[in-house]
């Protein structure tokens, strides 16, 4: 049986993340062309076998798929206005991070000159690109995703979110924010036991095992929440969940209760609301798009 050639592609950004990409693609075998806005950063991927365009008029027309790995929304805009009529009939896959609408604007603009769009999001580092534990999220047009899965499946494990071009970024924001969130509660722990001394380090220590096992509470948490009855027995209560002593607690060691306090903050709003007696979840009710 023949397999088919390795498809060939660009991409566009040279950073540490796009060199990571094309790096991957050049050891699978792919006809790989490069191109950065500061030429000296493909000299590592021309040794390894990449095409450098001379211009970026040259490298979206080398390939008929095109990955831009820019840096965000406007140096997409800037690096491709000036070229989007030489890539209608291309397939346009952008990685570089973006808002939702952002993403939703490229898509239509991208559309208005025949060129066909993919967003992405990477959930990864660089290291991690090829390997086991990426992830990447795409969104728009779904003929893209099939005709590049090839390409982009040597990257990460690919997951297709719909048609909504916006809905790849909405998602990995979404994880970003709860990562970020969790980060802030760490580092805000850590401030208030390095308030008594406790090194950063012992800290990580005792906290790791302690917050991974209350991850099992994201299960509990979605199954009420999907369910939409707060009341559900087994649940720990608002009221109970009143943190207010850990915002004193922090105030009396001088550090700042910022993370715990916007917690206190949603709480007390359900409180004050009449949902004292309901379960800890309802504060996503705090949170959710049409809340007033
Ligand atoms: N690195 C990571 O861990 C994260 C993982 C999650 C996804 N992000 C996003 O990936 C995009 C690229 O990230 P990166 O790590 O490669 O970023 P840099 O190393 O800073 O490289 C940026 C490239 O963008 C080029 N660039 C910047 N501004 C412009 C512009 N106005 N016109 C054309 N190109 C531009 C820059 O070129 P140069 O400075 O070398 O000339 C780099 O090639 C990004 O959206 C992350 O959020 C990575």
Redesign the pocket.
């Known amino acids: 049986m023949s397999h088919p050639e390795p498809a060939g592609v660009t991409v566009?950004?040279?950073?540490?993340?796009?060199?990571a990409l094309a790096a991957t693609l050049l050891d699978a075998g792919h006809d790989t062309t490069v191109w950065?806005?500061?030429p000296e950063?493909a000299a590592a991927l021309s040794t390894r076998g990449a095409t450098a365009a001379p211009t970026i008029g040259a490298a979206v027309t080398a390939q008929p798929l095109v990955v831009a790995?820019?840096?965000?929304h406007?140096?997409v805009h800037?690096?491709l206005d000036p070229v989007i009529e030489q890539m209608r009939g291309s397939a346009l896959v952008n990685?570089?991070?973006?808002t939702p609408n952002e993403a939703r604007e490229l898509a239509t603009w991208a559309a208005g000159h025949g060129v066909r769009y993919l967003d992405g999001?990477?959930?990864?580092?660089?290291p991690m690109i090829g390997g086991p534990g990426a992830a990447i999220l795409y969104s728009g047009l779904r003929e893209v995703f099939d005709d590049a899965r090839p390409v982009l499946d040597r990257w990460a494990d690919s997951t297709y979110d719909g048609a909504d071009s916006g809905l790849a970024s909405l998602f990995d924001l979404a994880m970003l924010s709860g990562m970020y969130s969790m980060f802030a509660g760490f580092l805000h722990g850590a401030a208030m036991a390095g308030s008594a001394g406790m090194s950063a380090t012992e800290f990580a220590g005792r906290a790791t095992p302690f917050l991974s096992a209350m991850t099992d509470s994201f299960a509990h948490f979605a199954s009420v929440i999907d369910g939409g009855d707060y009341t559900v027995p087994g649940q720990q209560s608002l009221d109970f969940s009143d943190l207010s002593h850990i915002v004193r607690a922090s105030e009396e060691q001088g550090v700042q209760p910022v993370p715990i306090a916007a917690v206190q903050e949603l709480i007390g709003k359900q409180i004050a609301a009449g949902h004292g007696a309901e379960g800890f979840a309802r504060i996503y009710e705090s949170l959710r798009a049409d809340s007033t």
């Open positions: 566009l950004g040279l950073g540490a993340m796009g060199s950065n806005r500061t950063r790995v820019l840096f965000d406007a140096s800037e690096t990685l570089t991070t973006t999001a990477i959930m990864a580092t660089p």
